[in-house]
């Protein structure tokens, strides 16, 4: 496919250069406007593990042209509908020869999505209930390990290749972070995992919820059916206004408390994937790609968001630095100038006013121009918070992410306090300063290697 995508562009540089052809303006737009509808072409028809990274790399535009992201940015996993006969093998071989007699009523004829890994219908349990059954398609695991494993070793080709540009962005670290989110959507008792452990986390909150496990096995999960529709085709006007902000603000708290508490997120929370109804609470679903960060991510992430908050450019540029690494090239005096002009346009926007995930993404752009690398973990974070945006702005547009995360640090400070005095975090610090390693060590080290302090005896 990308050797079709190749020829294709060969082709057109071979018309648009002809003796005497340069071009109008709006010829040129047009020709990028087809090149970047071949690129989505391209990893639509790769598959779904492709169509993963084609939306990782619209969160990346130092990686991917301008002109090329919004085509990216359309990508969606959907596929022509499997007969139902080519999928009962898999019932079979997962739930036994009498899966029938647990899985009644079948809406065999309309599934309610077809996706590339799997298809999904609505059952009626033996007991009753309503439930949702999701079943992944014969040999695509398989498939799916095979273009992993092709990434890869292209990654490190990649990296002999070109030093300097990996040297700058991880391919290798970036397509770790990938495979390790997506791992659950080839396996549905690690989304089920993931499901259970979500419900506990959304439990404090007023307006979501998360699907009950009933059944899961690694191809097969069924799960209770989440009442409402798409966010995205919700009736604004059928929610009182109170509604629509409680449940706008607690999609953007839960996203916030995943990034710096619980340090686990759904990754995809795009609207197909919240689903509402006046009167219900939220229904979260499609918990197969999420997100993990470690506690110093998390931390630095939050000093992020609070130099937004704050409209402290310079302090940002520190706390991006922090989070990935300055190489010997890097012009850090440039990237806090960037940032000092950028931060102002951001720091009092609704989000019907601004992209923030887009916005992460711009920040990227000048760090990777002046020479720092960003964690690889920001491709994911950048893809999360753009879909949660996408999500709440159906509904509350007029909200304020920076407002919502002002309201919502408290909560955060409090709960990375007691972590910090906790008697495992206590213990953790102790063991470190007495085998002098981590960061207390380090900044002792520091202090006495400057000379820092002066001891006096006395006058």
């Not at 969160?59 to 090329?68: F, N």
């Not at 033996?126 to 949702?132: E, F, K, S």
């Not at 439990?203 to 059916?225: G, M, Y």
Request: hydrophobic residues 45%; contains cysteine; aromatic residues 6%.
């Amino acid at each position: 496919m990308f050797g079709q995508l190749a020829a294709e562009e060969l082709s057109r540089a071979l018309r648009n250069n002809r003796p005497g052809k340069k071009g109008s303006l709006d010829e040129q737009a047009q020709q990028k406007s087809e090149r970047a509808q071949s690129v989505r072409r391209a990893f639509e028809q790769l598959g779904p593990f492709y169509i993963k990274v084609g939306q990782i790399l619209s969160t990346r535009p130092d990686v991917v042209p301008d002109y090329v992201i919004p085509e990216l940015e359309k990508l969606h996993d959907s596929a022509a509908v499997l007969p139902f006969s080519e999928l009962q093998p898999v019932l079979r071989a997962e739930l036994g020869a009498n899966w029938a007699r647990e899985l009644r009523d079948i809406d065999t004829q309309q599934p309610l999505g077809a996706a590339s890994l799997a298809q999904v219908y609505r059952a009626t349990l033996a007991d009753g209930r309503p439930a949702v059954v999701k079943i992944q398609r014969p040999g695509v695991r398989e498939t799916v390990c095979q273009d992993m494993s092709i990434l890869r070793r292209t990654a490190r080709v990649t990296g002999r290749l070109a030093p300097r540009f990996t040297a700058v962005i991880d391919v290798e670290a970036m397509l770790d972070v990938l495979f390790d989110a997506m791992r659950p959507e080839l396996d549905f008792t690690a989304e089920a995992r993931n499901m259970r452990r979500a419900a506990q986390l959304t439990s404090s909150f007023k307006h979501l919820a998360v699907p009950e496990v009933f059944l899961a096995t690694p191809r097969v999960l069924v799960q209770s059916l989440a009442p409402g529709q798409s966010i995205r085709h919700a009736d604004h006007d059928a929610f009182s206004t109170d509604e629509r902000l409680g449940i706008g603000e607690d999609l953007l708290a839960f996203v916030f408390r995943g990034f710096f508490i619980d340090r686990f997120f759904h990754a995809d929370l795009h609207p197909g994937n919240v689903f509402v109804a006046p009167g219900e609470k939220a229904t979260l679903i499609d918990w197969g790609m999420v997100g993990r960060t470690d506690r110093r991510t998390g931390m630095l992430l939050m000093l992020i968001l609070l130099a937004l908050a704050q409209n402290d450019g310079h302090c940002l540029a520190k706390a991006w630095v922090e989070l990935g690494h300055a190489t010997p090239w890097a012009q850090g005096g440039a990237f806090a100038s960037d940032m000092a002009v950028l931060v102002p346009q951001i720091a009092d926007a609704s989000l019907e006013e601004l992209n923030f995930g887009l916005t992460l993404t711009r920040i990227l752009t000048c760090s990777t121009k002046r020479g720092i690398r960003t964690s690889p973990t920001v491709a994911v974070l950048g893809k999360a918070f753009a879909n949660v945006e996408g999500s709440v702005r159906y509904l509350a547009p007029e909200l304020s992410l920076i407002e919502v995360f002002k309201e919502e640090m408290q909560h955060v400070m409090l709960a990375l306090a007691a972590e910090t005095v906790s008697k495992e975090q206590i213990a953790r610090t102790a063991l470190e300063l007495m085998l002098g390693i981590g960061a207390v060590a380090e900044q002792v080290r520091g202090l006495v290697g400057n000379q820092q302090f002066t001891f006096r005896t006395g006058d």
